[in-house]
């Protein structure tokens, strides 16, 4: 058990909605990482907060936002989807996303269908 | 763009055999590897990492070989059990500024047989 925690574990829903997928990271880390993970993309990092601000950014589409509250937890929204979003989401924390790398904890994931 | 990437999706071994795992990136400014395994139905889980001035690190039964030259890493499993089946990634990190975002490889499949 990484400490991570992520909810729902499995989410199914229908083309053009919206969900939302909740983490929450280990105590005392600061900063949230969310990465898909599917079959033809393998593991693509999406975006980091850190202490509730945006870090950093990677291929994260712009159907998908999310943000990192004053609790620390953080939210994945995915709108308007699309068959090809069904994919696992996982979400990370770290202590610290300042300078130097900090190791990653990874949650459970969400598997997300998309029908 | 950068990249990492294994050569071998796949992998099968005896049950006590050595088994050793490659990865090729493609990005030389990256200053962190680290090797994660994932379970079916689980999270990646951090196996090992090592510095880009070191060229090899040891753990428990794992090794981890960085050679910067032709931009390989690889990890080394002794006496591979059963519980080591699983997909095993390699990662990158390159910290500058505040990007520490994690670029990882597809994958290999490590398949132990009894």
């Known amino acids: 058990d990484s400490g991570v925690t992520q909810t729902p574990k499995h989410l199914i829903t229908a083309t053009g909605q919206r969900v939302t997928l909740r983490c929450s990271p280990r105590s005392g880390d600061l900063s949230v990482y969310w990465y898909q993970q599917s079959l033809d993309q393998g593991l693509q990092f999406l975006i980091q907060y850190y202490n509730g601000e945006e870090r950093a950014k990677g291929n994260i589409l712009e159907r998908f936002s999310a943000q990192q509250f004053p609790d620390l937890h953080s939210e994945l929204n995915l709108s308007s989807l699309e068959l090809g979003d069904s994919a696992l989401y996982f979400c990370?924390?770290?202590?610290?996303?300042?300078?130097?790398?900090?190791?990653?904890?990874f949650g459970p994931g969400t598997r997300l269908t998309v029908l | 763009g950068e990249s990492v990437g294994l050569h071998l999706p796949t992998l099968s071994v005896q049950e006590g055999d050595n088994s050793i795992i490659n990865c090729a990136y493609s990005?030389?400014?990256?200053?962190?590897f680290i090797w994660y395994k994932q379970e079916s139905g689980k999270g990646p889980q951090f196996i090992i990492d090592i510095r880009s001035n070191m060229d090899k690190r040891q753990g428990q039964r794992v090794t981890v070989l960085l050679n910067k030259t032709v931009k390989h890493l690889s990890l080394q499993i002794a006496a591979t059990q059963p519980g080591d089946s699983a997909v095993y990634f390699c990662?990158?990190?390159?910290?500058?500024?505040?990007?520490?975002?994690?670029?990882f490889g597809k994958g290999t499949l490590l398949t132990v047989n009894p």
């Open positions: 990662a990158e990190n390159r910290s500058g500024g505040s990007n520490y975002k994690l670029t």
């Open positions: 990370a924390s770290s202590v610290d996303g300042g300078a130097g790398y900090n190791e990653q904890f």
């Open positions: 990005n030389s400014a990256s200053d962190y």
